[in-house]
């Protein structure tokens, strides 16, 4: 465990947990970075459970490092008393992972993670999980994800409401049906066929579950498939620079299950809990009124759309009213 601070500053610390229910005969341990506000702070009483998207690691919500945290959604939000645990997908990070790698699924990542969201939720309030932090008994848990994050955290929720409520960040409806094969996207709204034909499509387009970043970026390109919207010339080049920090091996079952119309439709309409969803004008995902549809039983739905904001939201100009927008939901959810 590596604990690390500076005098009146945001403490970081760097960590695992064992998930041993999600893998039968397996423990996979999640590696987490626990971001928490200045010690003098009063005690929080909101807890985020960030999940990254494809090509992505925890890194991801805290870019940059002591001597410039502009990109930083973890450091926004513990300036604001809000405690933050980013989490590695299985497989990826300083996350372990199974023996087969093909067991890398939607569903494993979905029991893996709440699992370990029961045990940092339970260990903080109680005043157990690490050494130092005392207890935060009025602790509430929110989910967050970006992108393929986004509908793990979704998966999630619709199947154990492990969260009092949620941000999907670069999430929209529509799915990415011009880079899936067309007979397949007709199918994909029954989930347990989609379920069944995943390994097979995954093992298609890129032969192996868990795939390198410059091949990744080599099928994309022989596709055609580069899109703007992950770097426009809106972003900053800093942030271009941090966000190296956070990049990962794919994981393709999941990445490409994030890509279906209609995948998560059956946890979608299962969520009961407030949600906010943030996702820039120029992403290529669409987060229109159609998200109300999907999320028929929310209760309160409220959308924000950064002006000039691509996909990787946090190295836009923008991100102030990102990271307040979330911070300031969160303080009304749990308020």
């Known amino acids: 465990m590596k604990i690390a601070t500076v005098p009146g500053g945001v403490r970081r610390v760097e960590c695992t947990v064992p998930a041993a229910r999600a893998l039968p005969g397996e423990v996979l341990d999640v590696a987490l970075r626990l971001v928490f506000p200045p010690a003098e702070a009063p005690p929080p009483r909101a807890?985020?459970?960030?999940?990254p998207g494809g090509y992505m690691n925890r890194i991801y919500f805290d870019l940059g490092d002591e001597a410039d945290r502009r990109f930083?959604?973890?450091?926004?939000?513990?300036?604001?008393?809000?405690?933050?645990?980013?989490a590695d997908h299985p497989g990826t990070g300083g996350s372990s992972a199974p023996r087969e790698l093909w067991e890398l699924t939607p569903d494993l990542l979905a029991l893996t993670h709440t699992e370990?969201?029961?045990?940092?939720?339970?260990?903080?309030?109680?005043?157990?999980?690490?050494?130092?932090?005392?207890?935060?008994?009025?602790?509430?848990?929110?989910?967050?994800?970006?992108?393929?994050?986004?509908v793990i955290t979704i998966e999630m929720q619709g199947a154990s409401p492990v969260y009092s409520g949620l941000v999907l960040l670069g999430y929209g409806t529509g799915g990415l049906p011009d880079v899936l094969p067309p007979e397949a996207v007709n199918n994909a709204r029954d989930p347990d066929w989609l379920r069944t034909y995943l390994p097979e499509l995954a093992s298609?387009?890129?032969?192996?579950?868990?795939?390198?970043?410059?091949?990744?970026?080599?099928?994309?390109?022989?596709?055609g498939q580069g899109s703007p919207s992950f770097h426009t010339d809106n972003a900053d080049p800093d942030g271009k620079l941090a966000l190296r920090a956070a990049g990962e091996p794919l994981l393709t079952q999941p990445g490409l299950f994030s890509m279906f119309p209609g995948a998560s439709d059956r946890p979608s309409a299962a969520i009961d809990v407030p949600m906010l969803v943030v996702t820039g004008t120029h992403d290529f995902v669409e987060a229109g009124e159609g998200l109300r549809t999907q999320f028929s039983a929310c209760p309160s739905l409220e959308i924000f759309r950064p002006e000039d904001t691509g996909h990787n939201l946090f190295?836009?100009?923008?991100?102030?009213?990102s990271f307040a927008t979330i911070a300031d939901w969160a303080e009304r959810l749990t308020a």
Do not use: W
């Open 47 to 51: 807890m985020i459970y960030c999940l």
């Open 204 to 223: 298609e387009r890129f032969g192996t579950a868990l795939m390198d970043p410059q091949l990744g970026r080599e099928k994309r390109r022989g596709r």
């Open 315 to 321: 190295i836009f100009p923008s991100r102030e009213k």
């Open 72 to 86: 930083s959604l973890a450091e926004a939000l513990a300036r604001r008393g809000i405690v933050s645990v980013l």
């Open 116 to 150: 370990v969201v029961g045990e940092v939720l339970s260990g903080l309030r109680n005043g157990i999980l690490l050494p130092d932090v005392p207890a935060m008994p009025e602790l509430v848990a929110l989910g967050c994800g970006h992108s393929m994050g986004a």
